[in-house]
Every structure is written in C-alpha cells, then in structure tokens.
Nanobody, 121 residues
Framework: QVQLVESGGGLVQAGGSLRLSCAASERTLRNNAMGWFRQAPGKEREFVAAITYSTWGYYADSVKGRFTISEDSAKTTVHLQMNSLKPEDTAVYYC???????????????WGQGTQVTVSS
C-alpha cells in the first residue's frame, strides 16, 4: 500500500497563505489520483481537491479560486497552495490517493496521517 506523508501545516492569520505537501512512497496505477480532505472539530471529513497526473484539478466549491492543487515533475509529491485563508478553513488536512479522481473523492485507498492547519481571525 502506498505511504503518504503530509507536511506544511501550521498557524496563519486570516487572509494569509500556506502550502501543504504530500509525498507518496511510489506512484502507481493504485494512486493515479491524489488529493486532499479536511476535517474540522465536530464535523465530518470533507473533500477539498484532487488531481491526476497534472490534469485539471478538481475542487470543492468552498475552496475554488483560493486553493490550487499541483504535482511536482516526478509525480510523487502533490502540493496544495492555500491562499486567502479563512478561519473556517481550520481543520486537519489529510492527503488521499486512489486509482481515479472519483475513487479519491468517494473512497480513497490510502490516507496520510494528517497535518493541522489553523487560521486565526
């Protein structure tokens, strides 16, 4: 099973930016697509964004225009650039992977351990 390791979380003021990264132990057909979810305290985990081999990114409506998902040239690391952050973006952000975008969105086959993002008002 592919291993996913997130980094880049932290504390930022509203309006600021953070960049999350997710490094995969390998990139195979099992993780054609990679993406991000988040879970705020007391809420269910929700889809944020996903990408497959540098095609167009797919985004939740709540982050469109503010977040950008991308991959490095080796296709083993996925980044989530988060701009214009709001307090409601505060959550633990999880990297996820699966064979397709729809799999990542509905039932990822691999998860990272999560990284905390806190946006202060």
């Amino acid at each position: 099973q592919v291993q996913l390791v997130e980094s880049g979380g932290g504390l930022v003021q509203a309006g600021g930016s953070l960049r999350l990264s997710c490094a995969a132990s390998e990139r195979t057909l099992r993780n054609n697509a990679m993406g991000w979810f988040r879970q705020a305290p007391g809420k269910e985990r929700e889809f944020v964004a996903a990408i497959t081999y540098s095609t167009w990114g797919y985004y939740a409506d709540s982050v469109k225009g503010r977040f950008t998902i991308s991959e490095d040239s080796a296709k083993t690391t996925v980044h989530l650039q988060m701009n214009s952050l709001k307090p409601e973006d505060t959550a633990v952000y999880y990297c996820a992977a699966g064979p397709s975008i729809s799999t990542v969105q509905k039932a990822p086959s691999s998860w990272g351990q999560g990284t905390q993002v806190t946006v202060s008002s």
